[in-house]
């Protein structure tokens, strides 16, 4: 079945643009709308960009200031921004006590159609959505910005075009408006009956049958009255008395955000509209319980509590309607319905055009380079970017990129950022020239002899194949060959150049290109007729099938540099064999005819000083003694005033406006001499001050070039590389400041980029130590005025930058192994010890336990054993890697399930597990899980590191000391481990301002902090690699210019590879690296052990390896492993936290060639309750704090740092005596030797 049928036109929402509490943008409202947390957005007012000078900007309202700002963004969201200025568009506005918002936009963005404000209170901007509805119905606007604006500065904005035109023009659209209603019962209280009559009306003019709707987005006064009336009216239209044949869904964006005032309409319609386009009905933000007295049960309806996917709808496609309701009992009701997205005819081929404006070049190559960073970090369709990018609003400075691929275009926006692109000839600008005069396209009567000519425009543009088609017709109805065929392409001749012309013109036409005149050279006068409206098609076409050419060669020709009457005086002798040809110049003759009598001619030309310079052979100039003539009498030929003037190089350069293209005057064409540099003066004396040559390839241009007044404003429109040479004329004529019709290069599937509304000069930063949310500075005049201000530093705790540092040295300490005795009153030795393992060791040490202590060795399974333990026994774990290449997370897991295993048997009394190599990163990993496991008393657990086979020493060392304690053994020394304070070296890595820096996992809490630290520390710009990109977090704010997010798996290694492979090639020497992908990871509830860490060892120690292996042969001056500690800190995922820390220790002691530091931080607020930390002696670290570590990290060498602020506490639990052994050597050390 196909969706009902709207009585009405429908109308499509093509942009949105909205600002609000927690939300800028359309991308972060439907973030806020599906659950992500709200985002600071401070509103800096850009009045520069508006022109509106500081005091006066000063004096606006607010709101104006939010209207302006929003418009702009929602006309870049819809893609119509290239043809906004001077259009006749309405802007409606709904707005409580203001009169001016709309005329304020209007004036600033050049609107010309009608502009007002509606005041109704809630329903005043859905009203206006209605009044729109109405003007693009009767066709009195091209499109409509509606918005609706708050006191508090929430502001909602939409474009509304005709469907038709949307689809016509490749626009994106969220969605259909099918039918709207406003209406009033005249009182103030809200009333049930004409709710119910507005409801009707707009469905009844949708065409739709409520039933249909699958949502229903309401006003939600969030007052019991009014909110019962809006319910039982909908519930009535619905079901009319009738039982509900199924739920609806039902939801209030002002019940979410709060009361919205004028703005509430058109917000709740931007919502509606996004849950269409998305697919998804978004849960009620606010939504506890339902209230009795709204009976939604009984009623059908439904309150989301969760995303609801509109396939799980009963009713069939994604309609909804919006209501909202105002002062004075007035209320308005819209009916939208999702659309099938269009798709372009054909896929771009490179080349691709990228325009690029600013308001003055320092913001264009900011927007270079931000495009740049988004080019690189969501790698989209080249063509989709570049055909979105085009969209925007034009500004004043411009340049153009050309590429053919993603790396190209990134190396060459980063060149035009930097100020590089001189001499690129696929890098044009920027410039800030504009050329107010008029376009004349130039028709050459020469050329036409290639066959593959116009196959490339052909393929690539609908438009071109379609005209090519439409005048080979024609000339084959005038009694001519059909001259191409899309298989062979043309037939070379006259003929094929007639056609080729033609169908060029319509192509510039169908890029927006405006041309004031025409001109046309000998027989290019035949198409320029065509072109200009001076003949029908067919005419033309039956003038150029009745032309016949000269039966012998074309004639020489030469150019003599004198002038017209010189050149004539010269050539009479010789009249009927070599005559003035054509005329170029006023010192520019073109003589032409048999090449005997043109020698003879050129010989008497330099004997009389006269200069003489070839011409192209395929000027199209007739034989003087062989003229062409019409092979076929012109009679019935219907000549009309051209659309555009015509001036004539057959009549001396007269302007021809009048139906006089008669049979004389082609007969006259066909054999007089061509006046085009009359023609040329004429053009430029009427304003014309650029010119286009339609020809497939440069014929006249360089002679064009010869005036001053055309000298850098001449552009071929075709050439070798068809393609390169049409999109180069289209970027000249950008460049020039020329309206460019940019739907014709390509389908808008959506905006790129947000708009940066203003050119920061600096990023600044405060010290270490000093909190601060940003520092900013941006270009202000000196006499800004509060209401825009343009920085602000927000502090938190006020520590000096000496403290800070200081602090920061004190919380970084480092691994330290601290030679022990055993103590003078051993531990009680345990009734039986169990040996687990099948190596020598294990062997040698069950055969030394056994002599002291009746011992057992189980080689494999233990679940037997362990149930056959009857008295206390204590355990030891002989650990055996299965090979030296014991994958990480594999091994991880066996130890936690034979861990848990041991643990949970009531007959293990202690617990000791041994290990060989503290520099295998598998068994580091093992380690990490011990510790972890410690934390617990029962039983009492222990890790021994043995690397030789010294089963005398283990054995003592697992019956003599202290179970707490983690020992090494090393001959006769044991050592425990300890942590001591970190020695800095300072001055030996640092930050390179010309480096370019990665971080995975940049988007996180702690990657965000290391992102924030290198561009503060002056990195010239950061990649931050994440497998979903996602806004910046807030703590980057201001500083998104420097940053690149690129899409990239970090556990996927070739996709890493690809990622870092295309930041080279851009010409960024990688300079560091941090990785905090996956920091935090806690495992997943529920998971078999194996699954949850080898699902967490993938981001972080996995990628880790991979991403030092695949950069090290860049030069890396530091590596930055981020890792959670979780040693003495119980609580959720603290096994395979501490699994991981452990082996990234072990990753960057074995990569010491990369400066690499792995570093454990200390827990964080948001990561285990306050109190039980406290009571540990531990502070939770927070941004501020981190920042300031990150300061001093680069002063140690030590490749294991730990980042923990420690006091030791009075608590003596044992996890806080745990944490008090190793920070504060209670044992007096023994220096190693």
């Not at 001619?601 to 200069?611: C, E, L, Y």
């Not at 494999?860 to 362990?866: N, R, V, Y």
Request: glycine share 10%; proline share 7%.
């Amino acid at each position: 079945m196909t969706d009902p049928e709207p009585r009405h036109r429908p109308v499509s929402i093509i942009g949105i643009g909205c600002r609000m509490p927690g939300a800028v943008g359309v991308r972060r409202f439907w973030g806020l709308l599906t659950g992500d947390p709200a985002e600071h957005a401070e509103f800096v007012f850009d009045h520069d960009w508006f022109g509106i000078n500081t005091d006066a900007a000063a004096a606006l309202d607010p709101r104006e200031r939010s209207s302006l700002t929003v418009a702009v963004e929602a006309i870049d969201d819809a893609g119509i921004g290239y043809r906004a200025r001077g259009s006749p568009a309405a802007v409606l506005f709904g707005a409580s006590g203001s009169n001016m918002i709309a005329n304020r936009v209007s004036q600033a963005l050049d609107l010309r159609g009608p502009s007002l404000v509606l005041d109704s209170a809630g329903s005043s901007s859905l009203a206006a959505v209605d009044l729109a509805v109405r003007l693009l119905a009767d066709g009195t606007v091209p499109w409509a910005l509606v918005g609706g604006v708050d006191a508090a500065d929430v502001c909602t904005v939409l474009v509304l075009q005709r469907t038709v035109d949307a689809r016509r023009e490749g626009n994106r659209v969220y969605a259909e408006l099918l039918g709207t209603a406003v209406g009033s019962d005249g009182r103030v209280g809200p009333d049930g009956a004409t709710r119910r009559r507005i409801i009707r009306t707009a469905w009844e003019r949708a065409g739709i049958d409520p039933h249909a709707a699958g949502y229903f987005e309401c006003h939600g006064d969030a007052t019991s009255a009014a909110d019962a009336v809006e319910i039982e009216a909908l519930a009535q239209v619905l079901h009319a008395g009738s039982e509900p044949a199924a739920k609806i869904w039902i939801g209030s964006v002002t019940a979410d955000l709060g009361p919205l005032e004028a703005a509430a309409g058109v917000t709740g319609l931007a919502k509606a509209a996004l849950c269409i386009d998305r697919g998804i009905i978004v849960p009620a933000s606010v939504f506890r319980q339902r209230s009795a007295a709204l009976r939604l049960d009984e009623r059908g309806l439904r309150v989301p509590t969760e995303p609801i996917g509109w396939q799980e709808v009963a009713a069939r496609g994604r309609v909804a309607g919006v209501g909202s309701v105002g002062r004075g009992g007035t209320a308005a009701h819209a009916v939208l319905r999702g659309v099938a997205q269009s798709t372009p005819e054909r896929a771009v081929d490179p080349p691709i055009l990228i325009p690029i404006g600013g308001a003055d070049p320092a913001r264009l190559r900011s927007t270079a380079g931000r495009w740049a960073d988004a080019l690189l970090a969501s790698h989209p369709p080249l063509p989709e970017f570049a055909s979105a990018s085009a969209r925007l609003l034009p500004e004043p400075v411009r340049a153009v990129v050309f590429a053919d691929k993603h790396a190209e275009a990134v190396a060459r926006l980063r060149a035009l950022a930097r100020g590089h692109a001189d001499g690129n000839a696929a890098v044009l600008g920027p410039t800030a020239r504009r050329h107010d005069g008029g376009v004349l396209l130039l028709f050459p009567g020469g050329g036409g002899g290639q066959a593959r000519m116009g196959w490339v425009l052909a393929a690539r543009y609908p438009t071109f194949a379609r005209a090519i088609a439409e005048v080979t017709e024609a000339v084959v109805r005038a009694g001519g060959r059909r001259v191409w065929t899309p298989r062979h392409g043309f037939v070379p001749g006259a003929a094929a150049m007639f056609v080729f012309q033609i169908a060029l013109a319509e192509l510039v036409r169908a890029w927006g290109i405006r041309f004031d005149a025409v001109i046309g050279y000998g027989r290019g006068e035949f198409a320029a007729a065509a072109v200009s409206g001076a003949l029908a098609l067919d005419d033309a076409a039956r003038l150029m099938v009745a032309w016949t050419p000269s039966r012998s060669a074309p004639p020489r020709a030469v150019l003599l540099e004198t002038t017209p009457e010189e050149a004539g005086r010269l050539v009479e002798p010789l009249r009927g064999e070599v005559a003035v040809a054509a005329v170029h110049g006023p010192d520019a003759v073109v003589v032409a005819g048999a090449a005997r009598r043109l020698d003879a001619v050129v010989r008497r030309a330099r004997r009389r000083g006269m200069a003489v310079r070839a011409v192209p052979a395929d000027l199209g100039l007739g034989d003087p003694a062989d003229p062409p003539v019409f092979a076929k009498p012109l009679a019935g030929l219907r000549p009309g005033a051209p659309d555009v003037p015509l001036y004539s190089t057959t009549r001396r350069g007269a302007v021809i406006t009048d139906a006089v293209l008669d049979a004389d005057y082609w007969a006259e064409n066909l054999c007089g001499t061509v006046h085009f540099a009359a023609a040329l003066e004429s053009a430029a004396a009427d304003g014309i001050t650029t010119v286009l040559e339609i020809a497939p390839q440069p014929i006249l241009a360089p002679v064009v070039r010869d005036y001053p007044d055309f000298r850098e404003s001449t552009h071929p429109m075709a050439g070798t590389n068809e393609a390169v040479a049409f999109l180069g004329g289209i970027a000249r004529l950008y460049l020039e400041g020329r309206d460019v019709d940019w739907s014709a290069h390509g389908a808008f599937t959506g905006t790129v980029l947000e708009r940066c509304w203003r050119a920061d000069v600096s990023d600044g930063h405060l010290p270490a130590g000093d909190r601060t949310d940003r520092v900013r500075v941006t270009r202000e005049r000196p006499a800004a005025q509060p209401p825009i201000e343009s920085h602000r530093v927000a502090t938190g705790y006020d520590a000096t930058v000496a403290t800070a540092l200081e602090w920061a040295a004190s919380v970084l300490r480092t691994e330290n192994w601290v030679r022990i005795a055993p103590p003078v009153d051993p531990p009680p030795r345990p009734n039986r010890a169990l040996v687990l393992g099948e190596s020598p060791l294990a062997v040698a040490l069950a055969r030394t336990l056994d002599r002291s202590v009746p011992t057992r060795r189980v080689p494999g399974a233990i679940t037997t054993a362990l149930a056959e333990l009857r008295e206390p026994t204590a355990v030891i774990v002989v650990w055996s890697p299965r090979n030296r290449e014991d994958a990480p997370a594999a091994a991880a897991a066996r130890a936690l399930e034979l861990l848990r295993e041991l643990r949970g048997c009531p007959a293990v009394a202690a617990l000791t597990v041994v290990l060989r190599d503290r520099t295998q990163i598998a068994q580091r990993g093992v380690a990490g899980v011990i510790r972890a496991l410690r934390s617990d008393t029962t039983p009492p657990t222990r890790l021994i590191w043995c690397a030789a086979e010294d089963a005398p020493a283990v054995a003592a060392a697992a019956l003599n000391y202290d179970a707490t304690d983690e020992l090494s053994i090393d001959g006769p020394s044991v050592t425990a481990r300890r942590f001591r304070p970190a020695s800095p070296t300072p001055a030996q890595r640092a930050i390179a301002p010309e480096g370019t820096y990665v971080v995975t996992g940049g988007l996180g809490v702690l990657g965000a902090v290391a992102v924030r630290w290198l561009l503060l520390g002056g990195a010239r710009d950061v990649v931050i690699l994440t497998r979903t990109p996602r806004p910046l977090p807030p703590l980057l704010e201001g500083l998104d210019d420097r940053i690149v997010v690129a899409r990239c798996d970090v556990t996927d290694r070739a996709d890493l590879a690809s990622a870092l492979d295309d930041i080279r090639a851009c010409g960024s020497a990688i300079r560091g690296l941090v990785h905090a992908a996956g920091v935090g990871a806690r495992g997943e509830t529920g998971s078999a052990p194996g699954e949850s860490l080898d699902r967490s060892f993938a981001p972080t120690v996995l990628a880790a390896l991979d991403l030092l292996e695949l950069t090290a042969a860049d030069s890396i001056d530091f590596a930055l492993l981020f890792a959670i500690a979780a040693e003495g800190l119980s609580g959720p995922g603290a096994v395979v936290r501490a699994a991981i820390g452990s082996a990234l220790d072990a990753v960057a002691a074995t990569r010491l060639g990369a400066h690499t530091t792995s570093i454990a931080w200390g827990s964080w607020g948001s990561d285990h309750p306050a109190r039980p930390l406290r009571r540990a002696g531990i502070t939770p670290l927070d941004p501020a704090r981190a920042t300031a570590i990150l300061t001093r990290i680069l002063d140690y060498r030590e490749p294991t740092l730990l980042a923990l602020d420690y006091t030791p506490a009075a608590d003596h639990h044992a996890p806080n005596r745990h944490l008090h052994t190793l920070f504060t050597n209670p044992i007096t050390p023994q220096p190693l030797s």
